[in-house]
């Protein structure tokens, strides 16, 4: 009896997360269709790094993207490391393939800032956070979320932000950002608001919030680019400093993923006399 208690409240708290996860992905949405189109502002594309490093332009911007591709090939290391029949294989793969896309993306876009490279740097980066986002609910709401059907829709949402984008930008001359920055946020929310209480097999509860405080660093970083500049003499400005967040937050769940599984039984053979 005291189990099916303990069971049945389980479930209660499983739904209530589950339910105001949901309500905060839904209050995203709302906020921003109140906030209106968010457009690129001219100053978006200055950033506080922009001399000349290795004969690259803008090249502490470019090359701290460096990082995220060995850690990105090491993820996909630690996917084909799964257990066989392991259901998240592929939506995690894909997570990793596509920060990788995002990382070239990125490269590509410091190397000369501008609309156009901006949203191919967004893309990758956009579905990369939806995946991330589909695999935390995955793990902790319905395995179901890490299904063929659930990337296609997380791949197919991103796609479709894009065409949203370059719609808004052709009819009004104003590219409205909004639904690739609500992917962008939805890891955040949803990681915040089910983490603790909710369990899961390949990550830990801690593994999931250490890599947001990664996010949510880089993110800090970010808005202190110029002053962060100012203080390293020059030397390296918050926004490249992001760039090293992210990638920490990256490494974090390439190194942990799938930690948390039992290991194999090991044969234990009687040395021979």
Same mark, same amino acid.
């Given at each position: 009896?005291?189990?099916?208690?303990?069971?049945?409240?389980?479930?209660?708290?499983?739904?209530?997360?589950?339910?105001?996860?949901?309500?905060?992905?839904?209050?995203?949405?709302?906020?921003?269709?109140?906030?209106?189109?968010?457009?690129?502002?001219?100053?978006?594309?200055?950033?506080?790094?922009?001399?000349?490093?290795?004969?690259?332009?803008?090249?502490?911007?470019?090359?701290?993207?460096?990082?995220?591709?060995?850690?990105?090939?090491?993820?996909?290391?630690?996917?084909?490391? #799964?257990?066989?029949?392991?259901?998240?294989?592929?939506?995690?793969?894909?997570?990793?393939?596509?920060?990788?896309?995002?990382?070239?993306?990125?490269?590509?876009?410091?190397?000369?800032?501008?609309?156009?490279?901006?949203?191919?740097?967004?893309?990758?980066?956009?579905?990369?956070?939806? #995946?991330?986002?589909?695999?935390?609910?995955?793990?902790?709401?319905?395995?179901?979320?890490?299904?063929?059907?659930?990337?296609?829709?997380?791949?197919?949402?991103?796609?479709?932000?894009?065409?949203?984008?370059?719609?808004?930008?052709?009819?009004?001359?104003?590219?409205? #950002?909004?639904?690739?920055?609500?992917?962008?946020?939805?890891?955040?929310?949803?990681v915040a608001t089910g983490a603790w209480t909710l369990s899961g097999r390949l990550?830990?509860?801690?593994?999931?919030?250490?890599?947001?405080?990664?996010?949510?660093?880089?993110?800090?970083?970010?808005? #202190?680019?110029?002053?962060?500049?100012?203080?390293?003499?020059?030397?390296?400005?918050?926004?490249?400093?992001?760039?090293?967040?992210?990638?920490?937050?990256?490494?974090?769940?390439?190194?942990?993923?799938?930690?948390?599984?039992?290991?194999?039984?090991?044969?234990?053979?009687?040395?021979?006399?």
């Amino acid at each position: 009896m005291a189990a099916d208690v303990v069971l049945s409240a389980q479930a209660v708290s499983r739904k209530a997360t589950a339910a105001m996860m949901a309500a905060m992905a839904l209050a995203g949405v709302v906020g921003l269709v109140a906030w209106g189109p968010v457009d690129l502002v001219p100053h978006v594309h200055v950033f506080a790094d922009t001399g000349l490093w290795l004969g690259v332009p803008n090249g502490v911007a470019v090359l701290t993207h460096l990082p995220l591709v060995p850690l990105g090939f090491w993820g996909l290391w630690r996917v084909w490391r #799964l257990p066989q029949g392991e259901p998240l294989c592929w939506i995690w793969g894909w997570f990793f393939v596509c920060q990788m896309l995002a990382t070239v993306g990125g490269m590509w876009y410091h190397t000369s800032p501008g609309d156009t490279a901006f949203i191919w740097d967004q893309l990758p980066k956009s579905a990369a956070c939806s #995946l991330f986002a589909f695999a935390f609910l995955a793990e902790r709401i319905n395995p179901r979320f890490g299904s063929s059907a659930a990337i296609g829709v997380a791949l197919g949402g991103t796609l479709l932000g894009g065409i949203w984008w370059l719609y808004t930008l052709h009819a009004s001359r104003l590219g409205d #950002l909004r639904p690739l920055l609500w992917l962008e946020m939805l890891p955040v929310v949803l990681v915040a608001t089910g983490a603790w209480t909710l369990s899961g097999r390949l990550l830990s509860r801690q593994d999931w919030l250490r890599s947001q405080i990664s996010f949510l660093v880089a993110q800090t970083v970010d808005w #202190l680019d110029q002053p962060i500049h100012e203080w390293t003499s020059g030397a390296i400005g918050g926004h490249s400093i992001r760039h090293l967040a992210l990638a920490a937050c990256v490494g974090w769940v390439a190194f942990r993923l799938g930690k948390g599984l039992p290991r194999p039984a090991t044969e234990h053979r009687v040395p021979p006399s």
